[in-house]
C-alpha cells in the first residue's frame, strides 16, 4: 500500500522561504513520480512541480519556475520542494502525490496522493 506524509509548510512572509517534504512508504522499485500541486481558497487546483525518481526529470509550472527546487533523496524515500521569493499568490494547500512516471503525473493520474500542508505568504 502506497502512503505519502507531507510536512512543512505553515506562516512566512513575502519573499521568504520554506521546505515542503513528502515521504513516500511502500513502493516496490524506483520507478515512479512524486511531485506537488496545491489549491488556494476559492480555486481550481494547480499543478507546481514533479520529480521522477528513476531518472531524474523535472516539471515545474512556469508560475515558480526560477523560484522552487524539487529533489529527491532516494536512500530517505523524500521528495523535497524548496520554496523561494515566496509570494502572497502561493498560498494555498499544497498536496504531494505519486504516479507511475511523471508523464502519468502530469495527467494527474495519481496513484496516492497525501495530506495536505498549508503555505501562507503574508505580504
Known amino acids: 500500500d502506497v502512503q505519502l506524509q507531507a510536512s512543512g509548510g505553515g506562516l512566512v512572509q513575502a519573499g521568504g522561504s520554506l521546505r515542503l517534504s513528502c515521504r513516500a512508504s511502500?513502493?516496490?522499485?524506483?520507478?515512479?513520480?512524486i511531485g506537488w500541486f496545491r489549491q488556494a481558497p476559492g480555486k481550481e487546483r494547480e499543478r507546481v512541480s514533479g520529480?521522477?525518481?528513476?531518472?531524474?526529470?523535472?516539471y515545474y509550472e512556469d508560475s515558480v519556475k526560477g523560484r522552487f527546487t524539487i529533489s529527491s533523496d532516494n536512500a530517505k524515500n523524500t521528495v523535497y520542494l524548496f520554496m523561494n521569493n515566496l509570494k502572497s499568490e502561493d498560498t494555498a494547500v499544497y498536496y504531494c502525490?505519486?504516479?507511475?512516471?511523471?508523464?502519468?503525473?502530469?495527467?494527474?493520474?495519481?496513484?496516492?496522493y497525501g495530506q495536505g500542508t498549508l503555505v501562507t505568504v503574508s505580504s
Open positions: 520529480i521522477s525518481i528513476r531518472d531524474g526529470n523535472t
Open positions: 511502500g513502493f516496490t522499485s524506483d520507478d515512479y513520480a
Open positions: 502525490a505519486a504516479a507511475v512516471d511523471l508523464i502519468a503525473w502530469l495527467g494527474t493520474a495519481f496513484a496516492s
